[in-house]
């Protein structure tokens, strides 16, 4: 049985930095591309960013939004992805969820709340 289990998630004010984890089981996480999502109330789920796998670990995609504050990556050994969250805005505040993606494979976690106060 495949999990993604978020963790890191919570209250913080804007300005302040947090780092999300995303440990994976049941799979073999280094072959799957590793993201992390978003969704905030009344809005789509969004890609927040992403790392490859295999040869690719170091291609890295970040939305336009958080690029320069947010950083994600990988540890293979611990099957676990992390995303470092620093100068935190209010719009960042959302539910967070890790991805693992390996051709017509995709599996998600239940979601880490984010919540950045002004």
């Known amino acids: 049985q495949v999990q993604l289990v978020e963790s890191g998630g919570g209250l913080v004010q804007a300005g302040g930095s947090l780092r999300l984890s995303c440990t994976a089981s049941g799979i073999t996480s280094s072959r799957y591309a590793m993201g992390w999502y978003r969704q905030a109330p009344g809005k789509q789920r969004e890609l927040v960013a992403q790392?490859?796998?295999?040869?690719?670990?170091?291609?890295?995609t970040y939305a336009t939004s958080v690029k320069g504050r947010f950083t994600i990556s990988r540890d293979n050994a611990k099957n676990t992805v992390y995303l470092q969250m620093n100068s935190l805005k209010p719009e960042d505040t959302a539910v967070y969820y890790c991805?693992?993606?390996?051709?017509?494979?995709?599996?998600w976690g239940q979601g880490t709340q984010v919540t950045v106060s002004s």
């Open positions: 790392i490859g796998s295999g040869d690719l670990t170091t291609l890295t």
């Open positions: 991805n693992a993606i390996l051709g017509l494979m995709n599996h």
